[in-house]
């Protein structure tokens, strides 16, 4: 699976649209890039996947880059909730055994 | 959606017992389950694959004799840590796919299950 790069942390003041990049310049053209986020001590939570196309769904929106070397997370109004470390996956999309591997991510702090 | 549950959530266990987590997935089958590990600030590193109905896959540097993975069933998947040290304290999650509908190129993870060893 293609390496991504992430900034470690970022600050996002609450009510407003908080954009996590990240690269991913050696992705192949069957991989997709993936969002999970992790709220401290629980589990990664999935948000949102794409290939080549921007992709909305009810958490975020999704902007890749037309020749796909990095993608941009936008959660358009932040909450205090959305404080969370994000990760920025690329992996191919089929098989059953097809496996998730994290990066560093990036740690979102939302503030008053 | 697709869900996974973990259990217990959280586990103290003295140092040379055994501890056995389940990982269940809930209204889906999933032949393949994963299993992470996860130290305080740190990211989560993959252990093993689980596959159901054959041995498990295990990742470079995991020790499968320590580390021991049932996966009997198309719902269930266990991992026991075995002769637990408290260097085996840590952070434990595992995650499946549903492989019906629009979520199916979607893994979902369990809560986790928090391992302390006195």
């Known amino acids: 699976d293609a390496k991504t790069t992430q900034p470690p942390s970022m600050d996002c003041a609450e009510g407003r649209a908080a954009n996590l990049p990240c690269n991913h310049s050696?992705?192949?053209?069957?991989?997709?890039v993936y969002w999970y986020r992790q709220i401290h001590s629980q589990g990664p939570q999935y948000i949102i996947h794409?290939?080549?196309n921007n992709e909305t769904n009810e958490m975020a929106s999704l902007i890749i880059t037309e020749d796909r070397k990095s993608s941009t997370l936008i959660l358009p109004h932040a909450t205090l909730r959305d404080t969370a470390v994000y990760y920025c996956i690329v992996r191919v999309a089929t098989g059953t055994a097809s496996k998730l591997t994290f990066g560093t991510g990036t740690r979102l702090q939302v503030t008053l | 959606g697709a869900v996974v549950s973990q259990h217990p959530s959280r586990v103290i266990c003295k140092s040379g017992t055994s501890v056995k987590i389940e990982c269940r997935s809930l209204?889906?089958?999933?032949?393949?389950m994963f299993w992470y590990r996860q130290f305080p600030k740190q990211s989560l590193m993959l252990m093993a694959t689980s596959n159901e109905g054959s041995k498990a896959t295990y990742e470079q540097g995991v020790e499968k004799d320590k580390f021991l993975i049932n996966h009997a069933s198309l719902t269930l998947s266990t991992l026991t840590v075995t002769s637990a040290h408290p260097e085996d304290s840590s952070f434990y999650i595992c995650?499946?796919?549903?492989?019906?509908?629009?979520?199916?190129?979607?893994?979902?993870f369990g809560a986790g299950s928090r391992l302390t060893v006195l």
């Open positions: 209204d889906f089958q999933a032949t393949t």
């Open positions: 050696t992705i192949s053209g069957n991989e997709y």
């Open positions: 995650s499946a796919r549903d492989l019906r509908g629009p979520g199916a190129n979607v893994l979902t």
């Open positions: 794409g290939l080549k």
